[in-house]
C-alpha cells in the first residue's frame, strides 16, 4: 500500500506505471487500489489514478512511524 500512495504522491499516474514503480503484479495492484478508493486514498481522474488529501495524510503518517521505528531498529 505503502509504495503505491508513494508512486502517486508525485502526481496522477496510470495504472501500469503505479504497477512498476510499486513493484507488484497488476492484477496485485488493482486489487489493492480498489481497496484504496473505497476508502477516499486513491481516486480516478480521466483513466489515471491519483492520490487524494486523505491518501497524502495516510502516507506522511506512515512515513512518521517508520523513521520511529527505525531510530527504534525494529
Known amino acids: ?10 502526481g496522477c499516474k496510470p495504472p501500469t ?9 497488476y492484477d496485485r495492484m488493482v486489487k489493492i487500489v480498489e481497496t484504496l478508493m473505497e476508502n477516499g486514498i486513491v481516486k480516478e481522474n480521466g483513466g489515471l489514478l491519483c492520490i487524494t ?5 495516510l ?7 517508520r523513521r520511529f521505528l527505525d531510530v527504534l531498529g525494529l
Do not use: C, F, H
Not at 500500500?1 to 508525485?10: G, N, T, Y
Open 17 to 25: 506505471r503505479v504497477a512498476t514503480e510499486a513493484n507488484l503484479a
Open 59 to 65: 502516507l506522511d503518517a506512515y512515513r512518521q512511524w
Open 53 to 57: 488529501p486523505e491518501g497524502l495524510k
Open 1 to 10: 500500500m505503502a509504495d503505491i500512495l508513494q508512486a502517486l504522491s508525485a
